[in-house]
């Protein structure tokens, strides 16, 4: 079956960057483009952007590029997604999603169970 | 940019009962290009639904969306004790890409 498995909570200090991974199984890791979401505590979600597994090709929503870098290693199936130069509106729960169409408009089939990524000074 | 309202904020309603669920679009959503997510307290989103109307993998039948251009709906027909949840619609058909509903909160009355 299909699993995305997180690595656990990070806690940051304003300035830090923070490295979060996404260890997939049960399907063919290089088949499927994987996002990445976020939500803040007690709010709704948000996009920030995906990876090619394959290519390693990237697209970032515009509110995070310069700040997000999203790499893979294919060797472990592992997505990874890296936030820099963190604020406090950064603190939320971050999940990777699976998406089963190519395209960077698309939904989701599967989440990890997600991050919290707490910054505080 | 589209921006999807979701309402009512808040639903209360007893199981067994049908819970009716709407998105509504500042524009139109291309192809019908709408998902719907159930969330749990400390769990992932769930998908339901896609493309406005196809049950994604394993849902039960008693989930059914409907709905294009700017109004969509989900609805539960009888609802059972564990879909108490917050659901969330998102549309994937125009950018920016991937842009989320603020959520129902689905509550037991």
């Known amino acids: 079956q299909v699993q995305l498995v997180q690595s656990g909570a990070e806690v940051k200090k304003p300035g830090a960057s923070v490295k979060v991974s996404c260890k997939a199984s049960?399907?063919?890791?290089?088949?499927?483009?994987m996002h990445w979401v976020r939500q803040a505590p007690g709010q709704g979600l948000e996009w920030m952007g995906r990876?090619?597994?394959?290519?390693?090709?990237?697209n970032y929503a515009q509110k995070f590029q310069g700040r997000v870098t999203m790499t893979r290693d294919t060797s472990i199936s592992t997505a990874y997604m890296e936030l820099s130069r963190l604020r406090s509106d950064d603190t939320a729960v971050y999940y990777c999603?699976?998406?089963?169409?190519?395209?960077?408009?698309?939904?989701?089939?599967?989440w990890g169970q997600g991050t919290l990524v707490t910054v505080s000074s | 940019e589209i921006v999807l309202t979701q309402s009512p904020g808040t639903l209360s309603l007893s199981p067994g009962e049908r819970a009716t669920l709407s998105c509504r679009a500042s524009?139109?959503?291309?192809?019908?290009?709408l998902a719907w997510y159930q969330q749990k307290p400390g769990q992932a989103p769930r998908l339901l639904i896609y493309?406005?109307?196809s049950r994604a993998t394993g849902i039960p039948d008693r989930f059914s969306g409907s709905g294009s251009g700017t109004d969509f709906t989900l609805t539960i027909s009888r609802l059972e004790p564990e879909d108490f949840a917050v659901y969330y619609c998102q549309q994937y058909g125009s950018s920016p890409p991937n842009t989320f509903g603020q959520g129902t909160r689905l509550e037991i009355k």
């Open positions: 049960g399907y063919t890791f290089t088949g499927y483009y």
């Open positions: 493309g406005a109307s």
């Open positions: 999603a699976r998406a089963p169409t190519t395209t960077v408009t698309t939904f989701f089939d599967y």
């Open positions: 990876i090619n597994p394959n290519s390693g090709g990237t």
């Open positions: 524009q139109s959503v291309s192809s019908s290009y």
